[in-house]
């Protein structure tokens, strides 16, 4: 079962900043938060991922709370190819040499407007 | 930019008939998953190599569906006989091992497939 919570549905005006909010309270030390979306009838697509220290690259922003159970997904200036379904994902990072599964829920359906 | 390469992208077929999909990770990638999405739903793992070995099958309905990464690098998912509830798209995505610094995964665009 997926160990994060988000809203299912969200709406945004384009050009305004969408913050996509998910919580995770039961984290582990070792779990990574992981972020992505999927477009109608493609593939997810990676946007970013973080353990504690906000993260930015040239798709989004990630803010992960001090305690850790809580994270907001922020894309600064949406527009209307970011409609798309948003997925939180706690990930474990294994010490050695292997690599844990991506579990995921239901998501969040954002809709930008014009 | 390397991709993960699936075919067929759509695929339809009868019930009781055998289906194949195929995936070419990207280069170097040593673990590789497959996804089943069923419509309205966020993709659920079925299987998971890593190098040419089996990690996770826990979800794999072991009765009809078969995986196999023989050389370690593409992969075939094999479903027979197919059964109308297998309708979903089929996902797969490849990654470095999580002790690397670049851990994300990455999708194909996936096998739509329709049992009729």
């Known amino acids: 079962d997926a160990k994060t919570t988000q809203p299912p549905s969200m709406d945004c005006a384009e050009g305004r900043a969408a913050n996509l909010p998910c919580n995770h309270s039961?984290?582990?030390?070792?779990?990574?938060v992981y972020w992505y979306r999927q477009i109608h009838s493609q593939g997810p697509q990676y946007i970013i991922h973080g353990l504690k220290n906000n993260e930015t690259n040239e798709m989004a922003s990630l803010i992960i709370t001090e305690d850790r159970k809580s994270s907001t997904l922020i894309l600064p200036h949406a527009t209307l190819r970011d409609t798309a379904v948003y997925y939180c994902?706690?990930?474990?990072?294994?010490?050695?040499?292997?690599?844990?599964?991506?579990?995921f829920g239901k998501g969040t359906k954002l809709t930008v407007n014009p | 930019e390397a991709e993960v390469a699936q075919s067929p992208r759509y695929k339809i077929t009868e019930k009781s008939q055998a289906v194949a999909f195929w995936c070419d990770p990207i280069?170097?990638?040593?673990?590789l998953y497959w996804y089943r999405q069923i419509l309205g739903q966020g993709p659920e793992l079925l299987v998971q190599f890593q190098d040419e070995s089996v990690v996770d099958d826990s979800q794999l309905p072991k009765d009809r569906f078969s995986a196999e990464r023989l050389k370690g690098v593409d992969s075939t998912l094999k479903i027979q006989p197919a059964e109308l509830g297998d309708s979903a798209m089929y996902l797969c995505?490849?990654?470095?091992?999580?002790?690397?610094?670049?851990?994300?995964?990455?999708f194909g665009q996936g096998t739509r497939l329709t049992v009729v």
């Open positions: 995505a490849s990654s470095f091992p999580t002790d690397t610094l670049n851990t994300e995964a990455f």
């Open positions: 039961t984290i582990s030390g070792n779990e990574y």
């Open positions: 994902i706690v990930r474990p990072h294994l010490t050695q040499g292997g690599s844990e599964k991506l579990v």
């Open positions: 280069s170097g990638h040593a673990t």
